[in-house]
Nanobody
Framework: QVQLVESGGGLVQAGGSLRLSCVASRLIFSATTMTWFRQAPGKQRELVASIVSSGKTTYADNVKGRFTISRDNAKNSVYLQMSSLKPEDTAVYLC???????????WGQGTQVTVSS
């Protein structure tokens, strides 16, 4: 069974930084597109950043220049380095994997990020 486990969330002051991690198991990780989403209370889930198997990245406009997504295929892991955090970044951050072999989509449980003003 595929598992995605996120970590690294927490409480941080505005302007601070956090690094989220997501470890995947039972996937051909190198062929997988990894994406970070977030969902704030009362709001729709939104894409934050994505990285495909080639390493090409995509970012939401409201995080460009502040967040960086990266992957380590040897560790089956994807990371989200978040800097210059704002209160509006407060949300549950979820890791998503789309298999390049089966096209199945998998979700982690999420990690809470809270940015205080």
């Amino acid at each position: 069974q595929v598992q995605l486990v996120e970590s690294g969330g927490g409480l941080v002051q505005a302007g601070g930084s956090l690094r989220l991690s997501c470890v995947a198991s039972r996937l051909i990780f190198s062929a997988t597109t990894m994406t970070w989403f977030r969902q704030a209370p009362g709001k729709q889930r939104e894409l934050v950043a994505s990285i495909v198997s080639s390493g090409k990245t995509t970012y939401a406009d409201n995080v460009k220049g502040r967040f960086t997504i990266s992957r380590d295929n040897a560790k089956n892991s994807v990371y989200l380095q978040m800097s210059s955090l704002k209160p509006e970044d407060t949300a549950v951050y979820l890791c998503n994997a789309v298999s390049g072999v089966t096209s199945y989509s998998y979700w982690g449980q999420g990690t809470q990020v809270t940015v205080s003003s």
